[in-house]
Protein backbone atom coordinates (compact mmCIF):
# COMPACT_ATOMS: atom_id res chain seq x y z
CA UNK A 1 0.00 0.00 0.00
CA UNK A 2 1.42 3.43 -1.12
CA UNK A 3 0.89 6.42 1.28
CA UNK A 4 1.67 9.76 0.96
CA UNK A 5 1.99 12.49 4.15
CA UNK A 6 1.68 16.17 4.10
CA UNK A 7 2.68 18.60 6.85
CA UNK A 8 4.59 21.88 6.51
CA UNK A 9 5.89 20.77 9.56
CA UNK A 10 9.25 18.92 9.71
CA UNK A 11 9.01 17.82 13.06
CA UNK A 12 5.32 16.54 12.56
CA UNK A 13 6.65 14.47 9.83
CA UNK A 14 9.43 12.58 11.89
CA UNK A 15 6.87 12.40 14.31
CA UNK A 16 4.80 10.15 12.27
CA UNK A 17 7.00 8.28 10.27
CA UNK A 18 8.29 5.59 13.35
CA UNK A 19 4.48 4.89 13.53
CA UNK A 20 4.69 3.82 9.87
CA UNK A 21 7.37 2.26 9.24
CA UNK A 22 6.66 -0.96 10.96
CA UNK A 23 3.80 -1.52 8.84
CA UNK A 24 5.87 -3.60 6.37
CA UNK A 25 3.57 -3.76 3.79
CA UNK A 26 3.31 0.52 3.54
CA UNK A 27 5.51 2.56 1.42
CA UNK A 28 5.69 6.00 2.71
CA UNK A 29 6.49 9.18 1.19
CA UNK A 30 6.43 12.49 3.16
CA UNK A 31 6.23 16.12 1.69
CA UNK A 32 5.89 19.34 3.67
CA UNK A 33 5.19 21.23 0.47
CA UNK A 34 1.70 20.39 -0.61
CA UNK A 35 2.03 21.54 -4.20
CA UNK A 36 5.22 18.94 -4.49
CA UNK A 37 2.98 16.31 -3.22
CA UNK A 38 0.25 17.20 -5.69
CA UNK A 39 2.51 16.78 -8.70
CA UNK A 40 3.96 13.74 -7.26
CA UNK A 41 0.02 12.13 -7.45
CA UNK A 42 -0.28 13.67 -10.77
CA UNK A 43 2.33 10.73 -11.92
CA UNK A 44 2.25 7.84 -9.36
CA UNK A 45 -0.81 5.84 -8.40
CA UNK A 46 -1.19 6.70 -4.17
CA UNK A 47 -3.36 4.75 -2.04
CA UNK A 48 -4.03 7.13 0.85
CA UNK A 49 -3.08 10.17 1.86
CA UNK A 50 -2.44 11.55 5.68
CA UNK A 51 -2.83 15.54 5.53
CA UNK A 52 -2.32 18.42 8.02
CA UNK A 53 -5.42 20.21 7.69
CA UNK A 54 -3.67 23.79 8.78
CA UNK A 55 -1.06 24.85 6.13
CA UNK A 56 -0.11 27.90 4.24
CA UNK A 57 -1.54 28.77 0.81
CA UNK A 58 -3.58 25.53 0.57
CA UNK A 59 -5.27 23.62 3.14
CA UNK A 60 -5.46 20.02 3.90
CA UNK A 61 -9.20 20.05 2.70
CA UNK A 62 -8.63 21.98 -0.48
CA UNK A 63 -5.44 19.93 -0.82
CA UNK A 64 -7.51 16.53 -0.44
CA UNK A 65 -9.84 17.87 -3.05
CA UNK A 66 -7.30 18.14 -5.49
CA UNK A 67 -5.97 15.28 -4.97
CA UNK A 68 -9.05 13.33 -5.36
CA UNK A 69 -9.36 15.05 -8.53
CA UNK A 70 -5.75 13.84 -9.88
CA UNK A 71 -5.92 10.16 -8.08
CA UNK A 72 -9.26 9.32 -8.08
CA UNK A 73 -8.87 6.06 -5.54
CA UNK A 74 -7.27 7.72 -3.04
CA UNK A 75 -8.59 7.78 0.66
CA UNK A 76 -7.81 10.73 3.32
CA UNK A 77 -7.05 10.90 6.38
CA UNK A 78 -6.59 13.87 8.70
CA UNK A 79 -3.99 14.82 10.48
CA UNK A 80 -4.53 18.15 12.94
CA UNK A 81 -3.36 19.92 16.33
CA UNK A 82 -7.21 21.45 16.57
CA UNK A 83 -10.61 20.07 16.69
CA UNK A 84 -12.34 20.16 13.60
CA UNK A 85 -15.48 20.38 11.65
CA UNK A 86 -15.69 16.71 11.06
CA UNK A 87 -19.20 16.85 9.58
CA UNK A 88 -18.20 19.53 7.49
CA UNK A 89 -15.34 18.07 5.85
CA UNK A 90 -17.06 14.87 5.62
CA UNK A 91 -19.78 16.74 3.54
CA UNK A 92 -17.16 17.62 1.20
CA UNK A 93 -15.28 14.65 0.72
CA UNK A 94 -17.93 12.01 1.04
CA UNK A 95 -16.74 8.10 1.21
CA UNK A 96 -12.65 8.96 0.31
CA UNK A 97 -12.23 10.42 3.81
CA UNK A 98 -11.24 7.48 6.00
CA UNK A 99 -11.23 9.28 9.63
CA UNK A 100 -9.30 12.62 11.54
CA UNK A 101 -5.82 11.96 13.64
CA UNK A 102 -4.81 14.22 16.43
CA UNK A 103 -1.53 15.34 17.16
CA UNK A 104 -0.23 13.87 19.24
CA UNK A 105 -0.79 10.74 17.53
CA UNK A 106 -0.35 7.50 18.90
CA UNK A 107 0.96 4.31 17.08
CA UNK A 108 -2.20 2.41 18.08
CA UNK A 109 -4.28 4.77 16.37
CA UNK A 110 -2.13 5.35 13.34
CA UNK A 111 -2.30 1.48 12.52
CA UNK A 112 -5.88 1.42 13.30
CA UNK A 113 -6.58 4.39 10.71
CA UNK A 114 -3.91 2.63 7.97
CA UNK A 115 -6.67 -0.87 8.68
CA UNK A 116 -9.20 1.27 7.76
CA UNK A 117 -7.69 2.55 4.54
CA UNK A 118 -6.49 -0.85 3.33
CA UNK A 119 -10.04 -2.15 4.19
CA UNK A 120 -11.73 0.91 2.02
CA UNK A 121 -9.12 1.13 -0.67
CA UNK A 122 -10.88 0.41 -3.97
CA UNK A 123 -8.95 -2.01 -6.19
CA UNK A 124 -8.25 0.26 -9.72
CA UNK A 125 -10.18 0.02 -12.43
CA UNK A 126 -8.28 -1.15 -15.48
CA UNK A 127 -9.18 -1.08 -18.73
CA UNK A 128 -7.24 -1.75 -21.86
CA UNK A 129 -8.06 -0.20 -25.05
CA UNK A 130 -6.96 -2.64 -28.39
CA UNK A 131 -9.15 -1.03 -31.26
CA UNK A 132 -7.13 1.47 -33.33
CA UNK A 133 -4.35 2.06 -30.87
CA UNK A 134 -3.21 0.29 -27.58
CA UNK A 135 -3.62 2.21 -24.40
CA UNK A 136 -3.47 0.84 -20.80
CA UNK A 137 -5.95 2.96 -18.61
CA UNK A 138 -6.19 3.04 -14.94
CA UNK A 139 -9.35 5.05 -12.89
CA UNK A 140 -9.69 6.59 -16.38
CA UNK A 141 -5.68 7.53 -16.82
CA UNK A 142 -3.67 6.85 -19.65
CA UNK A 143 -1.02 4.80 -17.94
CA UNK A 144 2.62 6.25 -18.97
CA UNK A 145 5.23 3.46 -20.20
CA UNK A 146 8.96 4.05 -19.51
CA UNK A 147 9.72 1.53 -21.79
CA UNK A 148 8.25 1.41 -25.54
CA UNK A 149 8.79 -2.62 -25.40
CA UNK A 150 7.39 -3.41 -22.05
CA UNK A 151 4.01 -1.56 -23.52
CA UNK A 152 4.40 -3.60 -26.72
CA UNK A 153 4.76 -7.10 -23.96
CA UNK A 154 1.68 -6.43 -22.46
CA UNK A 155 -0.30 -5.73 -25.83
CA UNK A 156 1.10 -8.83 -27.43
CA UNK A 157 -0.33 -10.82 -23.46
CA UNK A 158 -3.95 -8.91 -23.89
CA UNK A 159 -3.89 -10.20 -27.85
CA UNK A 160 -3.39 -13.48 -26.45
CA UNK A 161 -6.54 -13.23 -24.75
CA UNK A 162 -5.97 -15.24 -21.49
CA UNK A 163 -3.32 -17.44 -22.72
CA UNK A 164 -0.04 -17.63 -22.03
CA UNK A 165 2.71 -16.47 -24.13
CA UNK A 166 6.32 -18.06 -23.97
CA UNK A 167 9.18 -15.88 -23.78
CA UNK A 168 9.96 -17.71 -27.37
CA UNK A 169 6.51 -16.34 -28.95
CA UNK A 170 7.39 -12.95 -27.29
CA UNK A 171 10.94 -12.80 -28.53
CA UNK A 172 9.69 -14.39 -31.96
CA UNK A 173 7.06 -10.93 -32.09
CA UNK A 174 8.95 -8.25 -30.05
CA UNK A 175 12.26 -8.83 -31.51
CA UNK A 176 12.53 -11.14 -34.87
CA UNK A 177 15.66 -9.30 -35.73
CA UNK A 178 18.09 -10.50 -32.91
CA UNK A 179 19.89 -13.33 -32.32
CA UNK A 180 18.36 -15.48 -29.37
CA UNK A 181 20.77 -14.76 -26.65
CA UNK A 182 20.44 -11.24 -27.29
CA UNK A 183 16.37 -11.21 -28.11
CA UNK A 184 16.47 -13.35 -24.00
CA UNK A 185 18.05 -10.33 -22.31
CA UNK A 186 15.88 -7.43 -23.86
CA UNK A 187 12.60 -10.27 -23.28
CA UNK A 188 13.47 -10.37 -19.72
CA UNK A 189 14.38 -6.63 -19.50
CA UNK A 190 10.89 -6.29 -20.90
CA UNK A 191 9.33 -8.08 -18.11
CA UNK A 192 11.35 -6.09 -15.46
CA UNK A 193 10.39 -2.79 -16.77
CA UNK A 194 6.44 -4.05 -17.46
CA UNK A 195 6.29 -5.22 -13.85
CA UNK A 196 7.32 -1.91 -12.43
CA UNK A 197 4.92 -0.31 -14.51
CA UNK A 198 2.03 -2.18 -13.34
CA UNK A 199 3.34 -2.03 -9.95
CA UNK A 200 3.57 2.00 -9.65
CA UNK A 201 -0.18 1.89 -10.78
CA UNK A 202 -1.50 -0.65 -8.64
CA UNK A 203 -2.11 -2.92 -11.45
CA UNK A 204 0.12 -5.65 -10.20
CA UNK A 205 -2.11 -8.88 -10.10
CA UNK A 206 -2.84 -7.51 -14.40
CA UNK A 207 -0.06 -10.15 -15.32
CA UNK A 208 1.02 -13.46 -14.21
CA UNK A 209 5.12 -13.77 -14.90
CA UNK A 210 6.40 -17.82 -14.63
CA UNK A 211 9.52 -19.32 -15.90
CA UNK A 212 9.55 -18.25 -19.60
CA UNK A 213 6.02 -17.33 -19.84
CA UNK A 214 3.62 -14.60 -18.90
CA UNK A 215 -0.21 -14.64 -19.05
CA UNK A 216 -2.59 -11.82 -18.80
CA UNK A 217 -5.53 -11.68 -15.90
CA UNK A 218 -8.61 -11.17 -18.46
CA UNK A 219 -10.70 -11.33 -15.18
CA UNK A 220 -9.45 -7.40 -13.58
CA UNK A 221 -9.57 -5.52 -16.61
CA UNK A 222 -11.79 -4.86 -19.54
CA UNK A 223 -11.23 -4.74 -22.99
CA UNK A 224 -12.65 -3.44 -26.30
CA UNK A 225 -11.02 -6.87 -27.91
CA UNK A 226 -11.58 -9.15 -25.09
CA UNK A 227 -15.40 -8.07 -25.56
CA UNK A 228 -15.64 -7.79 -29.38
CA UNK A 229 -14.94 -11.41 -29.42
CA UNK A 230 -17.33 -12.62 -26.74
CA UNK A 231 -20.84 -9.97 -27.51
CA UNK A 232 -19.78 -8.76 -30.71
CA UNK A 233 -20.25 -4.97 -31.40
CA UNK A 234 -18.36 -2.13 -32.97
CA UNK A 235 -15.00 -2.50 -34.63
CA UNK A 236 -13.94 0.08 -37.06
CA UNK A 237 -11.31 -2.87 -38.45
CA UNK A 238 -7.95 -1.13 -37.58
CA UNK A 239 -6.50 -2.91 -34.59
CA UNK A 240 -3.21 -2.43 -33.12
CA UNK A 241 -1.55 -0.74 -36.66
CA UNK A 242 1.88 0.17 -34.83
CA UNK A 243 2.73 -3.63 -34.13
CA UNK A 244 3.28 -5.79 -37.09
CA UNK A 245 2.86 -8.74 -35.51
CA UNK A 246 -1.42 -7.71 -34.81
CA UNK A 247 -2.55 -8.70 -38.35
CA UNK A 248 -3.07 -11.91 -37.41
CA UNK A 249 -5.14 -11.33 -35.18
CA UNK A 250 -6.94 -8.11 -36.86
CA UNK A 251 -7.80 -10.60 -39.74
CA UNK A 252 -9.52 -12.64 -37.97
CA UNK A 253 -11.66 -9.95 -35.99
CA UNK A 254 -12.06 -8.14 -39.43
CA UNK A 255 -13.56 -11.84 -40.80
CA UNK A 256 -16.00 -11.98 -37.95
CA UNK A 257 -17.47 -8.58 -38.40
CA UNK A 258 -18.09 -8.80 -42.16
CA UNK A 259 -20.04 -12.62 -41.25
CA UNK A 260 -22.08 -10.91 -38.11
CA UNK A 261 -23.05 -7.71 -40.66
CA UNK A 262 -24.43 -9.90 -43.50
CA UNK A 263 -26.00 -12.33 -40.90
Known amino acids: MKIIVVDDEIAALKAFLPGVVDEISVECRMFSNPRTALEYCRQNRVDAAFLD ?3 PEITGVELAERLIAVCPGVRVVFISAYTQDEEAIAARLGAQLVG ?18 RRTAASPKLEIRMFDSFDLFVDGVAVNFSSRKAKELLALLADANGSYVTMDTAIG ?15 RDAVYRLRMTLKDVGAEGLVTFGRGRAVINTQLATCDMWTFLKEGGVFSGRYLPQYDW ?18
Not at 173 to 187: I, M, P
Not at 255 to 262: D, F, H, I, P
Open 53 to 55: IVM
Open 100 to 117: FCYKPYTREKLVSLLAAV
Open 173 to 187: NLWADKNAEFGKRLY
Open 246 to 263: SIVTESALDQRRKRESTD
